[in-house]
């Protein structure tokens, strides 16, 4: 089976910072294009610069947010994010804590509006490695390993929740290690989340 948590306000989000920071750029080389070189115009591109390489860190958040998904089948969980995928035995997972029993803390990392990709502290669980676009407590599910604890962002928890248990009782049909992958094989897989062509086998 295959999840995409609420991305739309997380993206919108993500475009205004992008705009924000390309805007700047803009306005910078519009003021100074007609200026002789000098310390003016040196100060100005390197600020143009630096704007544009905010924009660029921006777009890969936001491109980060657009393939965020879960595919859940038999054999394990597979969270992907851009070119980042965390790949969890189903059998390695113990425990499914909703948002609402613990709580949701504040996410040290890449945060905004919608989304919400990092590391926190939680009470009874331990570090959590965050992959949600949660909004409120609802909206965060709490999916516990022996190796590392993680967050995230279904349309239904309860069912999700379902799902893992009857594809745990069913046992896999190959065996997965717990691991995370990042490589640049994996863009175009990335790219294919954002319109999937096909689903993850249930």
């Known amino acids: 089976m295959f999840y995409q948590p609420p991305r739309a306000l997380g993206l919108m989000v993500g475009a205004v910072l992008i705009a924000w920071s390309v805007g700047i750029a803009a306005l910078l080389v519009l003021a100074t294009g007609e200026q002789p ?3 003016l115009t040196l100060g100005t591109s390197l600020v143009t610069t630096l704007c544009l390489a905010i924009a660029a860190v921006f777009g890969y958040w936001t491109f980060g947010l657009a393939t965020l998904s879960y ?3 038999r054999n394990g969980l ?3 994010w851009g070119i980042v995928r965390q790949v969890i035995p189903l059998a390695g997972i113990e425990r499914l804590v909703p948002g609402t ?3 949701v803390p504040q996410v040290n990392g ?3 509006m919608g989304y919400h990709v990092g590391h926190a502290d939680i009470p009874r669980i331990g570090e959590v490695l965050f992959y ?3 909004q409120t407590p609802e909206q965060v599910l709490y999916v516990m390993t022996p190796e590392r604890n993680y967050a995230i962002s279904v349309p239904d928890p309860a069912a999700f929740a379902r799902q893992i248990q009857v594809r745990q009782d069913l046992g896999p049909t190959a065996r997965v290690e717990h691991h995370v ?3 640049l094989s994996h863009l175009r897989q990335a790219l294919d989340v954002v319109a999937p062509k096909q689903k ?3």
């Open 181 to 183: 992958e990042r490589t």
């Open 110 to 112: 890449v945060t905004w």
């Open 132 to 134: 949600s676009t949660h």
């Open 101 to 103: 029993a613990v709580g």
């Open 78 to 80: 597979v969270i992907r």
């Open 71 to 73: 595919a859940l089948d």
């Open 37 to 39: 070189f000098g310390l």
């Open 200 to 202: 993850l086998a249930a």
